[in-house]
C-alpha cells in the first residue's frame, strides 16, 4: 500500500512556515544544489517551450533545482503528450464505430490519462495552485539552508525513521 496523507514538507519549507521545534525538522534530509536545471537536447519542440515557460515562471523562486530536471521534464513531455492528444480527440469524433457499434473514442481515456499525469506532476513540482499552497518563497531571495536558520544538526545517537511527534 502506498502513502496516506499528504506529502511530508521538506524542512526549509517547514521552517519558512514558522516551524520553531527541531524535533520535527529532519537535520539529515539532502538539500540539492541551488542550481536551475538544464534541458536535455532529446526532448520535444512541445516539451521545450513547456520547459522554458515553467522556468521563466518559476525559476526566480529556486523551487524547481537541477536534481528536478527527471521530474520536470516527465511534465513537459506529459504537458506536450497532453496538447497533441487534445487536438487529435478535437479533430475527431467522441464517438466512432466499431463493428458497426458506436463506442467511446478511446482517445478519451488517453486524455484523461495525460491530464492527470499533468496534474500529478504539476502538484509534485509546486506548478499548481494546491501544489504551491504551503510553499513560501523570501523576496528577493530563496528560503535558507536549514543550518541558516537553525544552526548546525544535533548529533544523534538512536536510529533515523522514528515518528513525527
Known amino acids: ?23 520535527r525538522v529532519n537535520f ?7 542550481q536551475a536545471p538544464v534541458m536535455p537536447k532529446d526532448i520535444d519542440d512541445g516539451a521545450k517551450a513547456v520547459w522554458r515557460r515553467v522556468l521563466r515562471e518559476m525559476g526566480h523562486t529556486e ?21 497533441v492528444t487534445m487536438r487529435m480527440l478535437a479533430a475527431s469524433s467522441p ?3 466499431n ?7 478511446p482517445l478519451h481515456q488517453i486524455v484523461r490519462d ?24 523570501e523576496m528577493g531571495g530563496a528560503v ?10 544535533p548529533r544523534r545517537l538512536h536510529a533515523v525513521g522514528g515518528s513525527d511527534g
Not at 523551487?63 to 496538447?83: G, P
Not at 463493428?99 to 473514442?105: P, S, T
Not at 495525460?114 to 518563497?137: C, M, Q, T
Open 114 to 137: 495525460d491530464r492527470d499525469a499533468v496534474r500529478l506532476f504539476a502538484r509534485e513540482l509546486g506548478l499548481s495552485p494546491s501544489g504551491r499552497a504551503g510553499l513560501n518563497v
Open 63 to 83: 523551487v524547481i533545482r537541477a536534481a528536478d530536471a527527471d521530474v520536470l521534464r516527465c511534465y513537459c513531455e506529459a504537458v506536450s503528450q497532453y496538447q
Open 28 to 34: 539529515l534530509e539532502p538539500s540539492p544544489r541551488r
Open 1 to 23: 500500500m502506498g502513502r496516506r496523507g499528504f506529502p511530508a514538507a521538506p524542512g526549509s519549507v517547514k521552517l519558512a512556515l514558522g516551524e520553531t521545534r527541531p524535533s
Open 144 to 153: 535558507g539552508d536549514i543550518e541558516d536558520v537553525l544552526g548546525p544538526a
Open 99 to 105: 463493428r458497426g457499434e458506436l463506442v467511446k473514442n
Open 95 to 97: 464517438l466512432i464505430r
